[in-house]
């Protein structure tokens, strides 16, 4: 990919002009919501991505191994966390890669357990075991502090690993995501619906971005899900937080952004809003919104952080 390194420190410095007119960040009394206008021109090097080193395993004993591929680099490195059966090879995953390769800074992509390259049955897959594969690659994988980008249920898991790793989660970016989401959404259902669903013990949940046009669940899934909730009182998170949220997402409400802004501890949030885009949030202006919010973070942290 001849030039991309030049393309992304261009971008890199379209991100700060940009980024400073608008989204001003540090402006924190209560609730911070901003609506993002679409920049004139994105960077064009994003759709460029491409997977080029192997997928590497983490062993973990008694435990499914994780597939990951690391860039080693400076700090603050970056995680992805991806969303609810989605995989590390996504369009903000591969962009997220090739802008922290042009700034020389670490990062790590994974995928769960029961999902995508790692080991492991969906089937048999929860909440908390999704959170102790966050923790792993935290723990075994990652050197010094980290920032962590979360999509869709990816920022519920990540707001669990910043309580569980409060020295070494250093900031963290929700995109849509969907804290205590599946749980909320099925308590919604009618009572005669949700009866049904724990007889068969599968959820069919109608979603668009589904090929079948449809999750099966597990009921199991759900009920393990909801001794993981957050929204239902203040969440112990001190670290800066940004939360992108569109709001067309007709899968995951961008009030949701809102309640997880009004609930964490922490003073330093942002919410940011972008009125067009749905619940993927992978168009080239979201794309250059998110590594815009990296970028900000980066360089903020970039401060304190040796």
Known sequence: MAGVGMAAAAARGACRRWGCTAVSFGFHRGLCTLLVRKPEKAPGWFPACRQKASVSFLSRPDLPKLAYKRLKGKSPGIVFLPGYISNMTGTKALAIEEFCKS???????????????SEGNLEESTVGKWRKDVLSIIDDLAEGPQILVGCGLGGWLMLHAAIARPQKVVALI????????????????????????????????????????????????????EHHCLLHSPIPVNCPIRLLHCMKDDAVSWHTAIQIADRVVSTDVDVILRKHGDHRMKEKADI?????????LIDRLSTVVT
């Open 103 to 117: 700034l020389g800074h670490a990062y790590i992509r994974f995928d769960y357990s029961g999902i995508g390259q």
């Open 174 to 225: 929700g995109v849509a995501a969907a804290v205590d989401g599946l749980v909320t959404e099925f308590n919604q259902l009618p009572v005669e619906a949700q009866k049904e669903i724990e007889m068969k013990g599968v959820w069919s949940m109608p979603s668009k971005y589904n090929e079948e046009g449809v999750y099966h669940i597990q009921h199991s899934f759900i009920k393990e899900a």
């Open 288 to 296: 250059h919104l998110l590594v815009c919010t990296i970028d900000d």
